[in-house]
């Protein structure tokens, strides 16, 4: 039986009503530490909600991201690997001054550019292996899970609850009129596939496969996305029964 675990990334835009609410039904919070949003202020506050949950806590990661007038979803002209390697390293060790770092998942553009860049995606892997060797969130049969693997780092495979996907398995940019997914009842048209066929339909109707070695992933709703609660909440009673 393949295992799924909900996350969410937060700590970026949303109140602490909406964080402390959004808490209740996850395994896994990556929280924002000082990029793309956050503060080490805001990181402590989720870190705090995130133990409070009863009778499990959630598991606290980092979500690095990129300082951008669009919420670290595009990069400055001139970042290079070596400007990664040091937003890596300050929001690293801001996150652990203040919360316990199980996991690092990217944000955004950052995210994308280790999937689409070799050179990124080695100085990424570089960084995790020698500061922080933790498991990775990333693309579910994605280049960082593939290279990831042949390393022998941890990885935690990650599918989108709220996002539609590319036929290349790859997600659909957040400029398409159809990148988000709204309706709870979708989301779990998806989670039924994936538990019970190990794939993901593309909003073209392909069918993405999933590796088959995988025994668990992780399934992301963003924090941001207008119906994120109910989702949540849809997801986790679903997977709940999926357990019984």
Not at 112 to 129: I, M, S
Request: glycine letters at 4%; a negative charge; charged letters at 25%.
């Amino acid at each position: 039986m393949l295992e799924i675990f909900l996350n969410c990334d937060l700590g970026e835009w949303e109140t602490r009503e909406q964080t402390a609410a959004l808490m209740t039904h996850l395994d896994m919070a990556n929280i924002a530490c000082g990029g793309h949003a956050g503060d080490l202020q805001s990181i402590k506050d989720c870190a705090e909600l995130a133990e409070a949950k009863k009778p499990i806590a959630v598991s606290t990661g980092a979500h690095p991201g990129i300082d951008s007038d669009d919420h670290g979803r595009s990069l400055p002209y001139d970042f290079s690997t070596e400007s990664f390697r040091l937003l890596l390293e300050i929001q690293i060790q801001r996150f652990i001054s203040a919360a316990d770092l199980n996991h690092i998942k990217l944000h955004g553009a950052l995210y994308h550019l280790v999937e689409a860049d070799e050179d990124y995606r080695k100085a990424y892997l570089d960084f995790v292996r020698s500061h922080c060797l933790i498991s990775i969130v990333c693309l579910a049969g994605g280049k960082v899970a593939i290279e990831a693997e042949k390393r022998n780092l941890p990885i935690l495979p990650e599918i989108f609850l709220d996002r539609h996907y590319a036929s290349d398995g790859s997600l659909l940019p957040r400029t398409h009129r159809n990148a988000m997914i709204h309706s709870a009842s979708e989301v779990l048209e998806r989670l039924e596939l994936l538990t019970e066929k190990h794939c993901i339909m593309a909003y073209d109707g392909t069918m993405i496969e999933l590796p088959a070695h995988y025994e668990c992933l992780t399934a992301c709703v963003h924090s941001d996305s207008p119906s994120s609660l109910e989702i949540l909440k849809a997801a986790k009673v679903y997977l709940d029964k999926v357990e019984e």
